[in-house]
């Protein structure tokens, strides 16, 4: 068993919606590096899309809609009554309402604010609470955010706030979780076309910028997005927490 696998690891991961989803590259990889795993889709309109990627794989697929509390305990708890117990949890999910996500941020609707922040990252902390109980020698929880968190990146409005947010609630947890040998870490992707992705307006011209400015001169792929995602979830990762974490061909590093 090398520090650098999954091997004997019980995971959980969700936001699964089609074969470009972060999530579906996590899992995929996951999978290929020995874990077992429980994934999830929002509901059953979008299970036709994943399952036949997930069936091939014997990777078990529930549905849930993070907005239904509910949801989110059965799932959790159908996970642990299924693998035993949780080595690591990846959160591959975001939403916000168009009309709030298309125009300023200034004039966005309290109710579409409140709703983008609690899908796309309070549910993070929730999550955190339903499966830390669960995570009896430790392991990692993985989320998903993006450069506008930090930087004011054009049409990406609203979401940068709420990823700015959740890139806190991430070092928040690392500090609480910490003594329970649970790390917590944000993975910062480059633009990439994922059907959360294409809700944002000029996302075609999003990446082609980022293809003009990144160091090695072009986008990120889902592998290397799934690679970083699930190495933060291997033992090699054991030192790291509290931290945003880019894979974006360096375009984070430069104006």
């Given amino acids: 068993m090398s520090a650098f696998d999954l091997k004997g690891k019980k995971g959980l991961v969700l936001g699964l919606a089609n074969e470009h989803s972060i999530a579906w590259g996590c899992t995929r990889q996951a999978q290929a590096m020995g874990a077992e795993v429980v994934a999830s889709c929002l509901n059953d309109k979008a299970r036709p899309y994943v399952e036949p990627l997930t ?3 014997g990777v078990d697929l529930q549905t849930c809609n993070i907005e239904t509390p509910e949801d989110l305990e059965k799932l959790v708890a159908y996970a642990v009554a299924k693998l035993g117990r949780l080595d690591f949890v990846i959160h591959s999910i975001a939403w916000a309402p168009l009309a709030d996500l298309h125009g300023r941020v200034v004039d966005s ?3 579409g604010f409140a709703r983008a922040m609690e899908v796309s990252c309070h549910s993070f902390a929730t999550l955190a609470k ?8 430790g392991g990692s929880m993985v989320t998903m955010s993006y ?8 049409h990406y409005g609203l979401m940068g706030p709420v990823k700015a947010a959740l890139e806190s609630l991430v070092r928040y947890m690392a500090q609480e979780l910490g003594p329970q040998g649970v790390r917590v870490h944000a993975v910062s992707p480059g633009p990439i ?3 959360a992705a294409s809700g944002i307006e000029a996302f075609d011209a999003l990446m082609q910028s980022n293809v003009a400015k990144a160091p090695l001169g072009r986008l990120v792929t889902l592998d290397e997005i799934a690679n970083l995602s699930t190495f933060l979830c291997t033992d090699a990762a054991s030192g790291m927490t509290g931290q945003t974490i880019y894979v974006d061909a360096g375009s984070h590093a430069v104006n």
């Fill in 147 to 154: 450069l506008g968190a930090d930087q004011a990146v054009p």
């Fill in 130 to 137: 339903l499966c830390t109980p669960h995570m009896t020698q």
């Fill in 109 to 111: 609707s309290s109710t």
């Fill in 193 to 195: 076309l994922t059907r």
């Fill in 55 to 57: 069936q091939p794989l």
